[in-house]
T-cell receptor, first 114, second 112 residues
Framework: ETGVTQTPRHLVMGMTNKKSLKCEQH?????MYWYKQSAKKPLELMFV???????ENNSVPSRFSPECPNSSHLFLHLHTLQPEDSALYLC?????????????FGPGTRLTVL | AQSVTQLGSHVSVSEGALVLLRCNYS??????LFWYVQYPNQGLQLLLK??????LVKGINGFEAEFKKSETSFHLTKPSAHMSDAAEYFC??????????FGQGTELSVKP
């Protein structure tokens, strides 16, 4: 595997379910990101991890819980979601969370909340 | 605070025609600017980036963008559109904290 991978690619869940999204980067990077992409809206940054430490939480509801066990893996734990949380969730990584570092994106997880 | 505005949520061109996707930015500091492309059912892929070196930046797939400070613009162009260029294109500026601020995206359609 190369680049940034995300699993699952598609997820349908009820509002009472608990599920997790997984992201893995094979680029040797130290920073990882979660973004939410909703229809007709700009990409929204959710969380940033730099060297496994969370450095940004962009006022995300607590029903989204990130976890970064090491620099290569990032999870997004989901519980009691709302239908408006349906979106494409994108993971990205970069060398560090600095100004000129390019962010490399995974293919995303298409989440539907019923 | 930094922001990005992409003019036109949808652009349609004929195959072989010039592609011009517009992006204007607002930044209180010298900006770092990016263009990303998103093909259907895929993540974002970097096309090119401006980091205060040459004002004309060449990217992948024949795209280029010119940084114009006086116009606060970073428009994306390609001389001749190909069917495979149909995708959504995002302009982004990096803020002082290192976050990427994205525009709303422009969907490019290419007609045969």
């Amino acid at each position: 595997e190369t680049g940034v991978t995300q699993t699952p690619r598609h997820l349908v869940m009820g509002m009472t379910n608990k599920k997790s999204l997984k992201c893995e980067q094979h680029l040797g990077h130290n920073a990882m990101y979660w973004y939410k992409q909703s229809a007709k809206k700009p990409l929204e940054l959710m969380f940033v991890y730099n060297f496994k430490e969370q450095t940004e939480n962009n006022s995300v509801p607590s029903r989204f819980s990130p976890e970064c066990p090491n620099s290569s893996h990032l999870f997004l734990h989901l519980h009691t979601l709302q239908p408006e949380d349906s979106a494409l969730y994108l993971c990205a990584s970069s060398q560090e969370s600095g100004n000129t570092d390019t962010q490399y994106f995974g293919p995303g997880t298409r989440l539907t909340v019923l | 605070a930094q922001s990005v505005t992409q003019l036109g949520s949808h652009v349609s061109v004929s195959e072989g025609a010039l592609v011009l996707l517009r992006c204007n930015y607002s930044s209180s500091v010298p900006p770092y600017l990016f263009w990303y492309v998103q093909y259907p059912n895929q993540g974002l892929q970097l096309l090119l980036k401006y980091t205060s070196a040459a004002t004309l930046v060449k990217g992948i797939n024949g795209f280029e963008a010119e940084f114009k400070k006086s116009e606060t613009s970073f428009h994306l162009t390609k001389p001749s559109a190909h069917m495979s260029d149909a995708a959504e294109y995002f302009c982004a500026v990096r803020d002082q904290g290192g976050k990427l601020i994205f525009g709303q995206g422009t969907e490019l359609s290419v007609k045969p």
